[in-house]
């Protein structure tokens, strides 16, 4: 994978906002705000999508404009990718259809985001459903409303298709004569069986009008340009709301191999095996009709990690984008943070000791050696200096395993077990910080999106007279950072109108001669 390189010489961290205590907790602050604010749905899609004249010009590809776009969305943050998209189009814009969750424009008016509202004189309709992020007969509704508008257009037509996090939910679409109720059913029995999502996909695009590439088929021969927020780890187009504009041909076979894994075939409804039944066998080659569609990442951790790596260069520190895909458990993932940070601040033989455990944990957390080599040596190169404070940034979704019934998130208990890996760090100017939070503004069941916490995190607990331990045995993160010094180490962004997963952040002030 590929990392920004950051060549400018970053100035001293503590000339730019001086040593106070909340310094670098602030300076977390910034770098995450800075993460969110490159994946704005309304940014992300001006930064990709451009009007010349009359044309269209997006990742080097140029789509004539003569009053033939139409537009169509789902997912947590199209709302504003529309608006921005109803901007640039003006008059070219036909019409459109997209598809929200439930409560989303109340939402954005109550927080005062009213740039990301279509106007009451918009050609986009817009459709709520999908309450709780599950499928439900409005979003169907919406769905079937996509797939008409996608059917009547014809050759000289654009479809603009706005993707984002959530996407799946609000497009379903059941091959009849399959209910939605038994799609889902048989998709929550596949995934409760333990199913990859891989295998999952499989089942969703073989039972599905529009998903694995069934959008882009009902469209053609119109050309689609696809717009995409990605919220999955590496940004495979194929799993980002289950692919409708990439093309997935699917056999029955390879859809029989998956419900007979799980003990499903037998037990599948009559409509079921029906749709099923009329797929081919195997693999057929046939028309690629994938050349009239052009998919573009226009949002990601990566995307998020490049610009909080820039802020961090503003403020002082060495940026080192550790990796986007991050993941397992919370506990493995805050001994690599912890690790890494005594690295960084270690003398004589240590370091090679600390570097050996390092790539041990590499597997259990989905870095590749190379890239922790490559971290490692970074951090080397500003230790052995004396100078340059450093910014490890990463990304993805690590797990938390439940023992409790407390309320908190994956990434407040991650900054919970880092503030322990930590305990006791002390480098030449002050403490190591590091932050977790998710882009989407919301840790599990919790107002927060994540925490910032230090190498004093245990002593200002015991002083507090909170008992870590039990806090994390119960999963009760939220909690533990709500009575901490009146919860002023939680990340509480508000509504951010958009996800592209976790981002991580470790600051080094000063890493030791």
Do not use: W
Request: glycine residues 10%; hydrophobic residues 40%.
């Amino acid at each position: 994978m590929a990392h920004a390189l950051f060549l400018i010489r970053p100035q001293p961290f503590l000339a730019l906002l001086g040593r106070r205590k909340m310094s670098l907790h602030a300076g977390a602050r910034e770098v995450f705000a800075a993460a969110l604010e490159a994946v704005q749905p309304d940014v992300a899609l001006r930064q990709h999508l451009e009007r010349r004249g009359n044309s269209l010009v997006c990742s080097g590809r140029t789509f004539p404009l003569s009053n033939n776009v139409h537009v169509v969305g789902f997912g947590k943050a199209v709302l504003g990718m529309a608006t921005e998209a109803e901007r640039i189009l003006g008059d070219h814009l036909v019409r459109g259809v997209i598809s929200v969750p439930r409560g989303i424009q109340q939402a954005l008016r109550q927080h005062g985001k009213h740039h990301l509202l279509l106007k009451e004189s918009s050609r986009i309709q817009v459709m709520e459903g999908a309450q709780h992020n599950l499928p439900d007969a409005d979003s169907q509704k919406a769905a079937e409303c996509i797939a008409r508008l996608a059917s009547a257009l014809t050759e000289r037509d654009l479809l603009l298709v706005l993707i984002s996090g959530g996407g799946s939910a609000l497009l379903p679409a059941p091959i009849p004569p399959i209910t939605l109720q038994e799609k889902l059913d048989i998709t929550r029995k596949v995934a409760g069986g333990g199913a990859t999502i891989q295998e999952l996909n499989t089942v969703r695009r073989a039972l599905s009008v529009l998903k694995g590439g069934g959008l882009a088929q009902c469209a053609h021969p119109a050309q689609v340009l696809a717009l995409i927020l990605s919220d999955v780890i590496g940004d495979p187009l194929d799993l980002i709301a289950s692919g409708p504009t990439v093309e997935g041909p699917v056999c029955r076979e390879e859809v029989l191999v998956v419900l007979e894994r799980y003990s499903l075939l037998n037990s599948a409804p009559a409509s079921v095996k029906h749709v099923l039944g009329r797929l081919p066998l195997r693999q057929e080659v046939g028309t690629n009709k994938a050349g009239h569609v052009l998919n573009t990442i226009i949002g990601s951790n990566s995307i998020a990690l490049q610009h909080a790596g820039r802020r961090a260069l503003q403020l002082g520190f060495r940026p080192i984008v550790l990796s986007t895909g991050v993941c397992g458990d919370v506990r493995s993932v805050s001994r690599l943070y912890g690790l890494l940070a005594r690295f960084a601040c270690s003398r004589g033989d240590t370091p090679s000791e600390l570097g050996s455990e390092v790539l041990k944990l590499g597997p259990q957390v989905g870095v590749e050696s190379g890239d922790l080599r490559r971290v490692m040596h970074s951090l080397e190169q500003a230790r052995s200096q004396g100078r340059g404070a450093a910014c490890v940034l990463a990304g993805g979704e690590p797990t938390v395993e439940l023992t409790g019934k407390g309320r908190g998130g994956r990434n407040q208990e991650l900054a919970m077990r880092v503030g322990l890996e930590l305990r006791g760090l002390q480098p030449l100017l002050d403490s190591p910080v590091f932050l977790s939070g998710g882009t989407d503004g919301q840790d599990g069941p919790t107002e927060a999106a994540g925490a910032v916490t230090d190498a004093k995190l245990y002593e200002d607990a015991k002083k507090q007279k909170l008992d870590m331990s039990s806090f994390l045995k119960n999963n009760d993160s939220f909690t533990f950072f709500t009575h901490l010094s009146g919860g002023r180490n939680l990340l509480v962004p508000g509504l951010t109108c958009t996800n592209v997963m976790d981002v991580h952040i470790l600051l080094i002030p000063q890493c030791a001669k």
